[in-house]
T-cell receptor
Framework: KAGVTQTPRYLIKTRGQQVTLSCSPISGHRSVSWYQQTPGQGLQFLFE???????NKGNFPGRFSGRQFSNSRSEMNVSTLELGDSALYLC?????????????FGAGSRLTVL | QQQVKQSPQSLIVQKGGISIINCAYE??????FPWYQQFPGKGPALLIAIRPDVSEKKEGRFTISFNKSAKQFSLHIMDSQPGDSATYFC????????????FGQGTELSVKP
């Protein structure tokens, strides 16, 4: 069974640009969550999508957005990139939103903003 | 109230020793407490998890101890091995919070041969 697939794995952008990251969840998983990981702030929740609807949102500015498609694949977008957006962006999928669900993480997309 | 505090930041243990990582939380609405292990270049992987109605859970060499009244939980790694060298994160999730985990800051464990 394939795991959570994130693309691209690495990318470099300059300030002011925008970026789109993609996440393919484990087959059959309908919930996708996104996290930002930095050395200073650790792992921080960005948002969660289930059945194409945002169900939960973290404390990030509106420059961070996401969406989920009918096949459960998800994308996140960061507009007007800032140096501080340099981070590892992790996607996690789970079967559903129940209390028993387990989050499985992908390997992440490492974004460097110059 | 949403924080999860983890200690120590780093830990060095000899092979065969016991590694202990501690976490504390404040939000009594948390009802699920997982531990994740992360190797360089990889995403976090679920190691073991516990719910507050249980005081201890063991899976192989890994044990979670949970103290509900103190709002603390800890990970014990018995017979630590060099292959256990990784960063460990505790986390917590509130009821009906789906995929939203609140993570501790992480502990970098190094097991010396």
């Amino acid at each position: 069974k394939a795991g959570v697939t994130q693309t691209p794995r690495y990318l470099i952008k300059t300030r002011g640009q925008q970026v789109t990251l993609s996440c393919s969840p484990i087959s059959g998983h309908r919930s996708v969550s996104w996290y930002q990981q930095t050395p200073g702030q650790g792992l921080q929740f960005l948002f969660e999508y289930f059945s194409e609807t945002q169900r939960n949102k973290g404390n990030f500015p509106g420059r961070f957005s996401g969406r989920q498609f009918s096949n459960s694949r998800s994308e996140m977008n960061v507009s007007t990139l800032e140096l501080g957006d340099s981070a590892l962006y992790l996607c996690a999928s789970s079967l559903d939103r129940s209390g028993a669900n387990v989050l499985t993480f992908g390997a992440g997309s490492r974004l460097t903003v110059l | 109230q949403q924080q999860v505090k983890q200690s120590p930041q780093s830990l060095i243990v000899q092979k065969g020793g016991i590694s202990i990582i501690n976490c504390a939380y404040e939000n009594t609405a948390f009802d699920y407490f997982p531990w994740y292990q992360q190797f360089p270049g990889k995403g976090p992987a679920l190691l073991i998890a516990i719910r507050p109605d249980v005081s201890e859970k063991k899976e192989g060499r890994f044990t979670i101890s949970f103290n509900k009244s103190a709002k603390q939980f800890s990970l014990h790694i018995m017979d630590s091995q060099p292959g256990d060298s990784a960063t460990y994160f505790c986390a917590a999730r509130g009821r009906n919070q789906g995929g939203k985990l609140i993570f501790g800051q992480g502990t970098e464990l190094s097991v010396k041969p």
